[in-house]
């Protein structure tokens, strides 16, 4: 079976540019979460979907940062405009159902130079 | 207190020796805990789940002491393979499903 897919798993732009990251989490998981890794702050939850709902988004660092989950299969995540401190690697996670164990994607990899 | 806090080592180790980690955390109200273990330019992958006093799966063992608000994770007879970062992970409120995580312990075993 297929785990969390996401892509880009890299991805280098330029300050002030739009980023958009994209997961598909395993099929018939109803929760999926975003978090961000850095060095300095560890892993980070940013945002979390229950049935395709944002349920708490109070990790989102700030207004450049949106994510949706249009459908089941799909989220994605949005930083506009991007800046270097965003520069971290990005994780997808989905679970079964709230309080499952979470299986993280393999990330993506974001420089913003 | 921070919500996690971890010693991030590394710990450098023979392989064949035992190793121990510990965790602490602050929210006393946690009811459930976990290893996650990540290996270098990984994800992180679940480990290990502790609900009660302890959990021993195979040569890990996690342990856990509600009074002092500390974990601790055990691996009894290191390989080559357990090198890695280890992630102590506590829920935060009543759910399973934010989780806060340490920053993580490194381990590398040694030949």
């Known amino acids: 079976d297929a785990g969390v897919i996401q892509s880009p798993r890299h991805e280098v732009t330029e300050m002030g540019q739009e980023v958009t990251l994209r997961c598909k989490p395993i099929s018939g998981h109803n929760s999926l979460f975003w978090y961000r890794q850095t060095m300095m702050r560890g892993l980070e939850l940013l945002i979390y979907f229950n049935n395709n709902v944002p349920i708490d988004d109070s990790g989102m660092p700030e207004d450049r940062f949106s994510a949706k989950m249009p459908n089941a299969s799909f989220s994605t995540l949005k930083i506009q405009p991007s800046e270097p401190r965003d520069s971290a690697v990005y994780f997808c996670a989905s679970s079964f159902s709230k309080g499952e164990t979470q299986y993280f994607g393999p990330g993506t990899r974001l420089l913003v130079l | 207190r921070k919500e996690v806090e971890q010693d991030p080592g590394p710990f450098n180790v023979p392989e064949g020796a035992t190793v121990a980690f510990n965790c602490t955390y602050s929210?006393?109200?946690?009811?459930?805990f976990f290893w996650y273990r990540q290996d270098c330019r990984k994800e992180p992958k679940l480990l290990m789940s502790?609900?009660?006093s302890g959990n021993e799966d195979g040569r890990f063992t996690a342990q856990l002491n509600r009074a002092s608000q500390y974990i601790s994770l055990l691996i009894r007879d290191s390989k080559l393979s357990d090198s890695a970062t280890y992630l102590c992970?506590?829920?935060?409120?009543?759910?399973?499903?934010?989780?806060?995580f340490g920053t993580g312990t490194r381990l590398t075993i040694i030949p």
């Open positions: 992970v506590v829920p935060r409120g009543f759910g399973n499903e934010k989780l806060t």
């Open positions: 929210n006393s109200a946690s009811q459930s």
């Open positions: 502790v609900y009660s």
